[in-house]
Structure formats: structure tokens, C-alpha cells
């Protein structure tokens, strides 16, 4: 069979290994790295993987082949847990901010999420539309070939919704794949601040509606102390549950209030933030195989503490990482930042950080099965970073290390530059623009098969 595309030579070739369950606890560390590794595409999969020279019978004359020496290859990056969609942005609060004003305080004063929440209610779907392509071109622009997307800014039905077509027309027409999570227990407005309750309420009764839509894969809720408490978090998770929703948790952020528990009882894919969890609740996590998301860029932007990675690798949870980017706690798209203070803050291994940003973030929002590895049969989703061997990409911290990013087999970035993307179709074919190094690499084997 003629491949579509063949990426040779590559010094460090990081596939992660068969990629079929999240990696918890110590197999973090464990994963596949290839020296001189290779990777052969067809029809948007990978086809073949390997190390050393590669068999001609893969080569036509349509076969674009390129070269990884030098480079280090990873599967294409999946951030988790992001608030994609919202309009404006606050760096009005960020003086406060800096004076030490709580996160907290400045939502209880009707900023915060509830200044975001006016933004979005304000903006059209175009523009919310706009704003989140940039988005996600940078995102891709760093590596990162899959996120969720929330809403939770509008907290009522109807921008919910709009929050959620927004994200339903970029996953179809941006390379990115999106996995859209209803998120409308966010914040209480503030027109049901004497009685939260109602609110609660009259989120479940909105439920129905938003599966009905097909918008929304996953159902999240604030669980937090002055936010929703753990008996409303239940409330809600329960009913969306039976109607069919996964289920994540914005969990123990501030305080310790019992969130990762909650998710173990309610079998959520993932439970998120985990600042402040108790060890009982890591040890609960561990138990009930629910994935740590960690959100390091949202612990550094306000300045609070780190989640304990360590214990909770400790105690065999997977663990994984994701921006959390939203316009007050995490301002940034930047996932490749989240590995290395994943690296510097977490004291996770380059090893373990790779895993958490591919395969457990993949089985984190229900994906695993098709991406999250560099494995024979899934999608040829992968990122070549011009650097030498995985731990450079933590080490050089701040800048971006991506050079080329593949989506379905497709080229999609290159040179660190995201191509014109408007006519990228989801699965595509290719055209050969490569005929002279295929020709390259038919001479070079006959050479190597002498
Ligand atoms: O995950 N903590 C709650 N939600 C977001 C922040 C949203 C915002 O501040 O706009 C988070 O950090
Ligand atoms: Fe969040």
C-alpha cells in the first residue's frame, strides 16, 4: 500500500506505546520513545511505525517524505479543560489583582466570571466565533491537535447555547477536533444570589434541552465553597448523568471542600484544579479511576499554590494537564507552558508530563480510543518539535518548540506558522508537492539495500 505521507529519520520518536487505557500513576513514566523511529500515514491514520529504514513498497509517486533528523516527534497534544468561548477579557481586574485581591472576592463583587459573563451575553456569535479561531490557531500553532471547550458564560440557556454553536461550527471547520462540555453551573448570577437553590434548579430542568441539541458531550460544574457546594454539584451531576451527559468537576480550586470525592462517587472522567484535595481524596480518585487534570498555568497566573502531582502519582492516579485557558484565571493558550511548569512546578518527569498532555488527557474527555498515541489504526495526529530529545521542550521553558503539526495526516503548521485553513477538510487526501524527496529517499534505500 502507497503511503500518503512518511516522516523518516526521526531522532526521537515519542509514541507513548499502545495507547490503549490512560497511563496511571508510575506508568507515567513508562512510555515508548524511538531512536531513529519512523512513521508512515495513509488516508489520515497511521499506517505503519518503526525504526530504521523504511520499505519501498510504501513509496509512490505521490508519497511525500520528509525528514526528522534532529527532531523530536510526539502525538498531536490534547488540552482538556479550557473555557474556549467568551467575549471580552480582563485585564481591567488585573491591577486588583496584583494588589493581592482574591480571585474570590472579585467575583463575589460581580466581577470575575460575572464581568465575562455580561461580555459574552453581549456578543455576537460571529465575533465570540472570531475570537475563539485565533484562539485556536495559536493553540494549533503549539501542538495541540484535540480540546474541550466549556461554556459558562451565560448562565442562562440561550447564550449558553450560543457558547456551544460556536464551538460545534469550529469543530467543523477548524483542524482542531473540539469536545464541547456544558458548563452552566459556572457562576450564581446574581439575580438568584438569596436563593442559589432556584438556580440549581432551573438548571436541571434545562438539561433536557441542551442533550436534545446534541451540543454539549460532557456536563462540568464550579464546585466550590460560595460557588455551587457539593450537594448541588450532586444534584445537577446526578440528573445530567441520567440523561446521558459525562461528567468533570471543577474540583477543590480554592478550597478543600471535597470535590474529588464527589467525582470518584459519580464516576467522572475527570476531576479538575485539585489545588486544595485532600489525600483522601486523591486516594478516592485512585480508586474509582478518575484522571487528575491539572491546571499548573491557572496556579501560576493567580499565584496560589500547586497541585500535589507527586501524591497523586504517587498513589496511581493518571494524571493529566491543560491551560484552563479562560480570560481571568488562565489567560493563556499556551499548553507547552502547562508542560513545563508541569516540569518545574509539579516535579513531573518529562516522561510523565508527555503522558498527560497525549494519552491521559485523550481518555480524560473520551477520546483515547482514537487519539493520544502514535499507534498503528489512530488519527495522524502528531507534532514535530525542533528539539533534540523530549526533556529540552520542558528545559527551554517560554518559548514555543512546535515546528511542524500534523492533523489526520495532514500538515496543518509549519515552520511554527499555522497554513491557511479554510479549505482543510477534517480527513483529507494529499497532493505530492514532495516528488524530489521521494525520489531522495527511493535512491537512498537502494543505496541502504546494496
Ligand atoms: O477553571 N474556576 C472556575 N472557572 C475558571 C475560571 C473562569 C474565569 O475566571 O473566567 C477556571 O479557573
Ligand atoms: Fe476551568
Redesign the pocket.
Known amino acids: 500500500m502507497k503511503a500518503d505521507l512518511i516522516i523518516k529519520n526521526i531522532s526521537n520518536l515519542v509514541t507513548i506505546g499502545e495507547g490503549k487505557s490512560p497511563k496511571r500513576g508510575q506508568e507515567m513514566d513508562n512510555i515508548e520513545i524511538l531512536e531513529n523511529g519512523y512513521i508512515i500515514v495513509k488516508d489520515g491514520k497511521f499506517l505503519e511505525v518503526g525504526t530504521g529504514i523504511i520499505d519501498l513498497k510504501h513509496i509512490g509517486i505521490k508519497t511525500i517524505v520528509k525528514d526528522g533528523t534532529g527532531m523530536t516527534v510526539t502525538p498531536g497534544l490534547i488540552d482538556p479543560h479550557t ?1 474556549l468561548v467568551h467575549g471580552g477579557s480582563r485585564e481591567n481586574e488585573f491591577a486588583q489583582k496584583l494588589q493581592g485581591v482574591p480571585y474570590m472576592d472579585i467575583l463575589n463583587a460581580g466581577g ?2 460575572l464581568s ?1 459573563v455580561n461580555s459574552t451575553k453581549e456578543a455576537t456569535f460571529e465575533e465570540l466565533y472570531d475570537k475563539a479561531k485565533k484562539s485556536l490557531d495559536i493553540m494549533l500553532s503549539f501542538g495541540v491537535t484535540t480540546v474541550e471547550a466549556k461554556s459558562g458564560y451565560g448562565l442562562d440557556l440561550e447564550t449558553e447555547m450560543k457558547q456551544l454553536e460556536v464551538v460545534k461550527k469550529l469543530n467543523e471547520d477548524h483542524p482542531i477536533d473540539l469536545v464541547s462540555t456544558y458548563l452552566g453551573a ?1 457562576a450564581v448570577p446574581p439575580k438568584y444570589k438569596s436563593n442559589p437553590d432556584k438556580f440549581v434548579d432551573e438548571i436541571i430542568e434545562g438539561l433536557p434541552q441542551i442533550m436534545e441539541s446534541g451540543l454539549a458531550e460532557f456536563c462540568d460544574v ?1 464546585c466550590e465553597e460560595g460557588v455551587f457546594s457539593v450537594e448541588q454539584t450532586r444534584k445537577i451531576l446526578n440528573a445530567a448523568k441520567e440523561l446521558g451527559f459525562k461528567i468533570k468537576i ?1 474540583a477543590d ?1 480554592i478550597v478543600t471542600l471535597g470535590g474529588a470525592e464527589l467525582a470518584a462517587e459519580l464516576g467522572a472522567f475527570s476531576a479538575d ?1 485539585l489545588m486544595a484535595t485532600s489525600e483522601h481524596g486523591i486516594k478516592q480518585m485512585a480508586e474509582k479511576g478518575v484522571i487528575a487534570d491539572i491546571l499548573p498555568t ?1 496556579s501560576f497566573n493567580l499565584n496560589k499554590e500547586y497541585a500535589n502531582a507527586r501524591l497523586m502519582i504517587e498513589e496511581g492516579v493518571a494524571v493529566a494537564l491543560s491551560t ?1 485557558y ?5 489567560p493563556t493558550e499556551n499548553l507547552q507552558l502547562a508542560m513545563q511548569l508541569g516540569s518545574l512546578k509539579l516535579k513531573m518527569t518529562p516522561k510523565e508530563v508527555i503522558s498527560a498532555v497525549t494519552i491521559n488527557s485523550a481518555f480524560s474527555v473520551d477520546r483515547g480510543e482514537e487519539v493520544g498515541s502514535i499507534t498503528v489504526g489512530k488519527k495522524a495526529d502528531f507534532v514535530v518539535f525542533d528539539a533534540p530529545n523530549l526533556p529540552y521542550i520542558m528545559y527551554h521553558f517560554g518559548i514555543n518548540h512546535a515546528k511542524d503539526v500534523y492533523k489526520n495526516g495532514q500538515q496543518v503548521v509549519t515552520e511554527g506558522k499555522v497554513l491557511p485553513m479554510t479549505k482543510i477538510p477534517k480527513i483529507g487526501s494529499f497532493i505530492a508537492d514532495c516528488y524530489g524527496e521521494s525520489k531522495k529517499i527511493i535512491q537512498m534505500n537502494k543505496i541502504n539495500n546494496k
Open positions: 473555557h470575575g466570571i465575562t459556572h464550579f471543577h480550586e484544579h491557572t484552563d479562560n480570560p481571568g484565571s488562565s
